[in-house]
């Protein structure tokens, strides 16, 4: 049954030989062998929920970029850039670096000292059980979905490419997933990203080391480009930006700063539980805070292994990609799979069989990240609060394992639904990118304003979630009505995303003000900890400076200005 | 992460080193037996330096991370 699955593959696009299977086959034994090891070292509530907080910063760091780094985010982001160009790669620079580094400096402190289990944990900490079970709830509801988005992606990925068994796909990776977080919680997960991390660039870097040899370095690259798509510029970041028409994203300056640089990147990596909760699990603050810096340097590098391989397939596929809506005859190939074609293009036996491998391992860390943080946030903000205030510790980490396997079945149930309705992947998209920017919204005023009321923060958050859907379904009844909320009609999906991000973190921090004016503060005394001027935070002067956060953190930040400069 | 008897990274290293050995083999034995589809930039049999590099990476992590 398993070989024959696998070998189907000989009959579709790549040809997997058994040195291949093998590489893939071991890759499965390991992600189980580590979880059954490491069941030994999770038996109490902080072991299996927060890894003991042991988690040395580079350990932290490479967990926390290996979550984000999935199999769906790579494939789409090297397709998106096939469609956009190196435009794309602000949602590495500018989608990233300011939000980590801001973070890592700014709000982990909070986060850390508050001692909390999760991002609603702090929000029921500052504001009570109100905002924390919206938030919760919402979390709950879209990490689900997503890991079951980004299973049926993966399964359908491993489907046209390989040719493998769709159901055969997905139960095989998730049950692996499922087994692995089940045994050794949130340490057994961060120890497999730390692994997967390895193997996502070892085996992708392959497409651009090779790639550029054959385009003769960058600039035969970039000629190569413009005498495929004579007329388009795909290779700038800022300089097309002046006007919506000018660049093949339909984006323009404003969006791409306060939209995506601001709204979106913020939202996301300063308050979405699956990434925060892998530096969280740190042994110290410093090492959270220095794990969270190191992640933000690999997450710069990351367009090396999937915006170079987007921009190589440009320049060197002997056809030109399709959107997906074309795609589905012989010889025709869709933008998603840029990313799997390149490595068909470069890797023989064995190489091939490492970068499937590294798909693979992608699309299990994304799925980790979300099933830890489902666990995490119904266990703590959900069933204890709301179904068992007396649960026991003991209770509480069997529940973790129960819940890491049911988060995996309803995951699963996910992916088939999202298989009868295929629109839902763009739909969950944008549910899940707008309900985690007022929560930022929510979370960085209570940080750092202390009039921000309890009542206000409820308002707030329901208030930006409302008007993210409510701005998706006036453009989806009326398309003109982009012109009012892109301000073009020119705006692509990408484009419309930052503006609607934009419209929603204004309409959060409008009523959380408004709200926090007319109603009641918190007294200072229940403010310890949660709030900037009320938390003594430590001091790092008692390091030497190259042990600083502040100094890599400066670091990461010329490295980040000086990319956007060289991409101008 | 100290009560851990074996390091993650030994993990790491063992799994690179067992990978870089399957594929320097195979990258050696396609230099005696060119497969049916040749891929693309085939003449510089980058199987053969990549397993290498891996094969001496992942030594170097499991020496330095061996279980003492």
Not at chain 1, 390 to 399: F, I, L, P, Q, Y
Not at chain 2, 36 to 52: E, K, P
Request: glycine share 10%; hydrophobic share 55%; proline share 4%.
């Amino acid at each position: 049954m398993l070989s024959a699955c696998f070998l189907q593959a000989a009959e579709t696009r790549f040809s997997l030989n058994p040195v291949d299977l093998i590489i893939i086959i071991l890759y499965f034994v390991l992600v189980l062998g580590l979880g059954v090891y490491l069941r030994r070292f999770t038996k109490t509530a902080e072991e299996f929920f927060m890894a003991g907080r042991e988690m040395t910063m580079w350990v932290a760091g490479l967990s926390f970029i290996s979550a984000n780094l999935g199999s769906l985010e790579m494939m789409g982001y090297a397709a998106a850039t096939y469609q956009y160009g190196i435009l794309v790669a602000h949602a590495y620079w500018i989608g990233a670096i300011p939000a980590i580094l801001f973070l890592a400096l700014v709000m982990l402190p909070f986060y850390y000292i508050c001692k909390t289990h999760s991002v609603p944990g702090y929000l029921k900490l500052r504001f009570g059980e109100g905002a924390r079970s919206l938030s919760a709830l919402s979390f709950a509801v879209m990490t689900i979905l997503m890991s079951g988005i980004n299973m049926y992606s993966m399964a359908i990925i491993m489907k046209v490419i390989l040719g493998w068994n769709i159901h055969f796909s997905i139960w095989v990776s998730s049950l692996t997933v499922a087994i692995y977080v089940a045994t050794g919680g949130l340490l057994s997960a961060i120890f497999n990203e730390v692994l997967q991390f390895f193997l996502i660039w070892i085996g992708c870097l392959v497409i651009p080391v090779v790639g550029l040899i054959e385009t003769h370095g960058w600039a035969g690259m970039v000629h190569r480009i413009q005498a495929n798509f004579p007329g388009q510029d795909f290779m700038h970041m800022w300089s097309t930006t002046g006007t919506f028409s000018n660049n093949p994203m339909g984006a323009h300056w404003t969006g791409i700063v306060f939209g995506w640089g601001l709204a979106i990147s913020f939202g996301y990596w300063t308050t979405d539980f699956l990434v925060v909760q892998r530096v969280m699990a740190a042994k110290d603050l410093r090492s959270a805070q220095l794990g969270t810096i190191i992640g933000g340097f690999f997450k710069m590098t990351v367009p090396l292994i999937v915006i170079l391989p987007g921009l190589l397939a440009l320049a060197v596929l002997p056809y030109h990609l399709v959107p997906e809506s074309q795609g589905g005859l012989p010889n025709v190939h869709t933008y998603n799979e840029a990313l799997p074609l390149m490595l068909a293009r470069y890797c023989g036996p064995g190489l091939l069989g490492l970068g499937v491998t590294a798909l693979v391992a992608g699309f299990m860390s994304g799925m980790a990240g979300n099933v830890t943080a489902f666990t995490t946030v119904w266990t703590y903000d959900i069933y204890k609060p709301l179904i068992r205030k007396d649960a026991s510790e003991s209770h509480c980490v069997s529940m973790g394992r129960w819940c890491s396997l049911l988060g995996v079945f309803v995951s699963i149930g996910t992916a088939y639904l999202v298989m009868n309705f295929s629109s839902i992947i763009v739909y969950a998209q944008v549910i899940f990118v707008f309900f985690i920017v007022p929560m930022f919204g929510t979370v960085i005023l209570g940080m750092l304003w202390k009039r921000t009321t309890p009542a206000a923060g409820f308002w707030g958050l329901l208030a930006g979630i409302l008007t993210s859907f409510a701005l998706w379904l006036w453009v989806k009844v009326d398309p003109g009505a982009l012109n009012f909320v892109a301000f073009s009609g020119y705006a692509k999906d990408m484009s419309e995303n930052m503006y609607r991000a934009m419209w929603s973190l204004i309409a959060n921090v409008l009523v959380t003000v408004v709200v926090s004016l007319v109603t009641k503060p918190k007294p200072d005394h229940e403010l310890r900890g949660l709030v900037y001027g009320m938390t003594d935070l430590p001091s790092e002067h008692a390091f030497p400076i190259f042990q600083r956060p502040i100094t890599w953190a400066a670091a990461v930040g010329v490295g980040f200005i000086a990319l956007n400069i060289f991409f101008w | 992460m100290e009560k851990q008897s074996i390091s993650v990274w030994f993990f790491i290293g063992a799994l690179l080193a067992i990978y870089g050995v399957l594929i320097l083999g195979s990258g050696i034995y396609g230099l005696f037996v060119p497969p049916n589809h040749a891929v693309a930039m085939s003449h510089l049999h980058i199987g053969i330096w990549w397993g290498s590099g891996m094969v001496l990476f992942g030594t170097g992590y499991i020496v330095r991370f061996r279980p003492r």
